[in-house]
């Protein structure tokens, strides 16, 4: 089965950080570029982030520029965001996804005091 599966996610104090994990299983990350995409409450989805095949280049949404970190760990199959810095407007569901349009479930990121 084909899938993306986040974790780490959780409450948070401004200023703070957390790391989310994504593992896939069903395929072969290192085969696909990756992204995160957050969804905040009763907005639309945001690119956040993205990383290519190899890890070699990484890309990121001004708003998060400086605070978080993407990277990967193909031979464990995993996708990771380091997140510090967390200002309460980082509040969202995140997701990853990958390149062939697999997507994970989401994990909940809170930022709030």
């Known amino acids: 089965q084909v899938q993306l599966v986040e974790s780490g996610g959780g409450l948070a104090q401004p200023g703070g950080s957390l790391r989310l994990s994504c593992a896939a299983s069903g395929f072969t990350l290192s085969s696909y570029a990756m992204s995160w995409v957050r969804q905040a409450p009763g907005k639309g989805l945001e690119w956040v982030s993205g990383?290519?095949?190899?890890?070699?280049?990484?890309y990121y949404a001004d708003s998060v520029k400086g605070r978080f970190t993407i990277s990967r760990h193909n031979a464990n199959n995993t996708l990771y965001l380091q997140m510090d810095s967390l200002i309460p407007e980082d509040t969202a569901v995140y997701y990853c996804?990958?390149?062939?349009?697999?997507w994970g479930q989401g994990a909940q990121v809170t930022v709030s005091s």
């Open positions: 996804k990958s390149s062939g349009d697999v």
């Open positions: 990383i290519y095949s190899d890890g070699s280049e990484t």
